[in-house]
């Protein structure tokens, strides 16, 4: 038996061999061999009853999933506009140029692959990569150079400067939340003695609403899923935050997980869940060793697992299941589909998950801050969160802030705090921007900056980029406007096709040899995406171009050629490498002017 067989075979008995497994089976095989080697194919589709081209699908569906042998050390740039900011380019440069590698490209002697990928969620530490899915932050010139000796001399990652691997929560301003110091338990135990319906009703009092930014009301998901009959009921708790420039979920986890786990098992409780699922985004892999550890810790202590606190109806545990690299997945049925194994594509709704879930069953979706907040409502009370907030937006909102400004990091604020408030605590001197709720949000002038975080008025996931004066506004459009052609999943024409066209003219744009017809091209493509997209991504994917074409007319206008129309393909350009092969060169050979 080769080691590919003998791993996979151990795999396959450790952790089963149904269909779901699947894409943690490939993320397992990805990580020890920097690749999936074909017999591993062969042998998952045999043991799971799986065609070898469904498994090549998937694999062909999540960025950190390859067929073709990365490096030893597989490097992995953020390419976040944030990230940028901060200088990630030229560390990038300096470092393919220091180890010879072409981008992309394994090292010819497979030591070492170099390529970029999407936000990391170190935002605030940036400029960050992942190191073999390890992330490393403040990624300097002098951690650059020890880097390059490091690779070379092929060190393990183990005995690697543990400083690099160090992220900081960089907690900056705390209320309700970062400040709490729930018991372990209690929640749960508060559950057991007065009963679900009082902790649904506490949870409806407090307005609590999700935290991923769309504001739906938790008690009323809860309800849904508890009163629709089925054979089996899920909890799944959502911690895919892919949004670029958004980290609060890796703060969480990392200093609440156990609270996190204690909403989940409320929920559990409530809804009458056996099973639970937290889907961890493949960025935060290093999280998982730690989460892990407080499932273990929570097992032991009775709060998971059979019986629950003595209670001899309720048994409930929690699996954690890892992404791949696929911004689509935070979507919440996309989720559910590749935490049944396969590709992330977005579900018809209706049904919404909270009737028709994982495998078709009630399944409640929430975001990791949503967690930490019910169970601190069910200890606590509904004063916890309505004492603080607005009207329709109780409570408080954790806010990633990144971008040009002194003090990036987690800041906790109730809603209602103004857009000015937060840049004045942040350090941010004079921006000329701010990219609120990630690339598919809103882009913020100065003039809106008197408006509030709250539902009803700016409603974010929690990412809050800062674009300073010295920025070049359209460099972030064309970041985003490139992230989401990237992470498009492919499956309807309106955000496959019209994210490249858009992507194709924001780069005209870029290069200067866009006119005016092209940015009322870019508009109507625009609308059409948003119109008829199949799901949330390709509807807001337009966002930063028609928000800043809107708001910022004069960065486009200053880069407009002075032509009234200008092709976007330039076919002599295109036909060049075919006269190279051809040898022809005569003037047959080019477009004739024909006016
Ligand atoms: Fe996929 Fe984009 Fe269509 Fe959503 S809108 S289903 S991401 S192609």
Not at 46 to 68: G, K, N
Not at 153 to 160: C, I, K, S, V
Not at 167 to 184: V, Y
Not at 546 to 552: A, H, N
Request: charged share 20%; aromatic share 8%; with cysteine.
């Amino acid at each position: 038996m080769n080691k590919v067989t003998r791993f996979t075979t151990g795999l396959l008995a450790d952790s089963g061999d149904t269909p779901e497994q699947l894409l943690q089976h490939l993320c397992a095989i990805q990580q020890q061999f920097s690749y999936i080697p074909e017999p591993a194919i062969q042998q998952l589709a045999d043991s799971l009853s799986i065609y070898p081209a469904q498994i090549r699908s998937v694999i062909d569906f999540y960025s950190f999933l390859h067929t073709e042998a990365r490096g030893d050390f597989d490097i992995l740039f953020s390419n976040n506009i944030t990230d940028r900011m901060n200088g990630s380019l030229t560390q990038f440069d300096t470092l393919c140029h220091r180890l010879n590698v072409k981008p992309g490209i394994p090292r010819a002697d497979g030591r070492v692959t170099i390529d970029t990928t999407s936000c990391t969620g170190i935002c605030d530490q940036g400029p960050a990569l992942l190191i073999n899915g390890i992330a490393v932050s403040n990624v300097d010139s002098a951690r650059i150079d020890s880097i390059a000796e490091l690779v070379e001399t092929g060190a393990a990652l183990t005995d690697w400067p543990a400083e690099f691997f160090h992220i900081n929560d960089n907690i900056q301003l705390k209320n309700r939340i970062l400040n709490s110091s729930s018991m372990e338990g209690n929640a749960i135990r508060i559950l057991f003695e007065r009963g679900p319906d009082h902790i649904l009703s506490v949870l409806e009092q407090s307005g609590l609403r999700g935290r991923g930014g769309a504001g739906f009301p938790t008690a009323t998901k809860w309800r849904i899923c508890r009163d629709t009959i089925a054979n089996h009921h899920y909890v799944v708790c959502n911690a895919d935050e892919g949004e670029p420039g958004t980290f609060k979920d890796r703060v969480l986890l990392n200093r609440y997980a156990n609270t996190v786990i204690e909403g989940m098992t409320l929920c559990a409780a409530v809804i009458g869940a056996e099973k639970g699922y937290l889907y961890l985004r493949g960025e935060y892999r290093y999280l998982l060793a730690e989460l892990e550890s407080v499932l273990m810790r929570r097992r032991n202590h009775h709060l998971l697992g059979k019986n629950i606190l003595g209670q001899p109806d309720f048994h409930f545990d929690i699996d954690i299941h890892l992404g791949a690299g696929a911004y689509i997945c935070g979507e919440e049925s996309a989720l559910i589909e590749s935490l049944e194994g396969k590709r992330g594509i977005p579900r018809n709704r209706p049904p919404y998950p909270v009737t028709c879930g994982f495998h078709n069953q009630p399944t409640v979706v929430n975001n990791v801050e949503t967690f930490v907040a019910a169970a601190n409502i069910a200890e606590s009370g509904v004063d916890w969160l309505r004492s603080t907030g607005t009207g329709q937006s109780p409570g408080t909102k954790l806010l990633s802030i990144s971008g040009n400004c002194e003090r990036p990091g987690i800041y906790e604020y109730p809603f209602g705090t103004s857009v000015e408030q937060i840049l004045d605590d942040c350090g941010a001197v004079h921006p000329q921007a701010i990219q609120v709720a990630g690339a598919a949000g809103t882009t913020l002038p100065t003039s809106e900056f008197n408006r509030t975080i709250a539902y009803e008025d700016l409603s974010t996931g929690g990412s809050f980029m800062v674009i300073g004066q010295q920025q070049n506004l359209l460099e972030m459009v064309q970041n985003f406007s490139h992230f989401f052609c990237h992470e498009s999943c492919g499956f309807c024409t309106p955000c496959r096709v019209g994210g490249q066209l858009l992507k194709n003219l924001v780069d005209k744009v870029v290069a200067g040899h866009a006119t005016a017809y092209d940015l009322t091209e870019m508009q109507n493509i625009g609308r059409v995406m948003q119109q008829s997209s199949h799901c949330g991504l390709g509807a807001t994917a337009a966002n930063p171009v028609l928000d800043t074409l809107k708001k910022f007319s004069g960065v486009y206008s200053k880069q407009l050629a002075n032509t009234d129309y200008e092709p976007a393909f330039n076919l002599d350009a295109a036909v060049e490498v075919s006269r190279q092969i051809t040898g022809r060169d005569d003037i047959d050979a080019y477009i004739k002017d024909r006016s």
